[in-house]
Nanobody
Framework: QVQLVESGGGLVQPGGSLTLSCAAS????????MAWYRQTPDKQRELVAA?????SYADAVKGRFSISRDNAKNTVNLQMNNLKPEDTAVYYC???????????????WGQGTQVTVSS
């Protein structure tokens, strides 16, 4: 069984910073892509940043957010700087991985962590 656990959300003022972390546990084999998505009540879930063979960012966060991964620890972080009210959302960790007892890759999601940017 594989589980993703997120941490680091919270309330921050505009212009502030937060770091989100996500750790995968269980029978982890190989992780291909690690990513962060976000969702608000009035929008579909959208990709924020992804780290696979290449690193990519949504236009709205380029230059402000940075994604990093540690393959040895099976973790992915999202450093968020210069936060804006429009960054307010539930942030979800995503990993596409193969467990140590399987050959096929599956997608896993974290439970979500709330980020609120408000004065």
């Amino acid at each position: 069984q594989v589980q993703l656990v997120e941490s680091g959300g919270g309330l921050v003022q505009p212009g502030g910073s937060l770091t989100l972390s996500c750790a995968a546990s269980g029978r982890i084999g190989t992780i291909s892509t690690m990513a962060w998505y976000r969702q608000t009540p009035d929008k579909q879930r959208e990709l924020v940043a992804a780290h696979g063979d290449i690193v990519s960012y949504a236009d709205a966060v380029k230059g402000r957010f940075s994604i990093s991964r540690d393959n040895a620890k099976n973790t992915v972080n999202l450093q968020m700087n210069n936060l804006k009210p429009e960054d307010t959302a539930v942030y979800y960790c995503y990993m596409n991985l193969r467990s140590s007892i399987a050959e096929q890759y599956y997608t896993y999601w974290g439970q979500g962590t709330q980020v609120t940017v408000s004065s």
